[in-house]
């Protein structure tokens, strides 16, 4: 079993919302930080958010500033952003991975989850 699973991807109009979860299996998630990255088509992979392990902490990547909020819930091992006002160039394959901290290296990644926005 992976240790961290994303969902929530899916189709979404511009201007619309949606919600991704990661799931952490086999690990307690409050020991560590957790950052969302995206890779679109023929571009390289980067970084959108991260949260540290209190959730205390939070930074996020320029294109995606006051419209996206990265947030975790411990107690059900789940790290969720939200994802408002999307735009066509948000458009990307969605991972989470895990760090000991925001600043350092991810150990672990998800399978990623699908985002398109599209009308």
């Known amino acids: 079993q992976l240790p961290l699973v994303e969902s929530g991807g899916g189709l979404v109009q511009p201007g619309g919302s949606l919600r991704l979860s990661c799931a952490a299996t086999?690990?307690?998630?409050?020991?560590?930080?957790i950052g969302w990255f995206r890779q679109a088509p023929g571009k390289e992979r980067e970084g959108v958010s991260c949260i540290s392990s209190s959730g205390g902490s939070t930074n996020y990547a320029d294109p995606v500033k006051g419209r996206f909020t990265i947030s975790r819930d411990n107690a059900k091992n789940t790290v969720y952003m939200q994802m408002n006002s999307l735009k066509p160039e948000d458009t990307a394959v969605y991972y989470c991975a895990r760090y000991y901290y925001c600043s350092g290296s991810p150990d672990y990644w998800g399978q990623g989850t699908q985002v398109t926005v599209s009308s």
């Open positions: 086999g690990f307690t998630l409050g020991h560590y930080a």
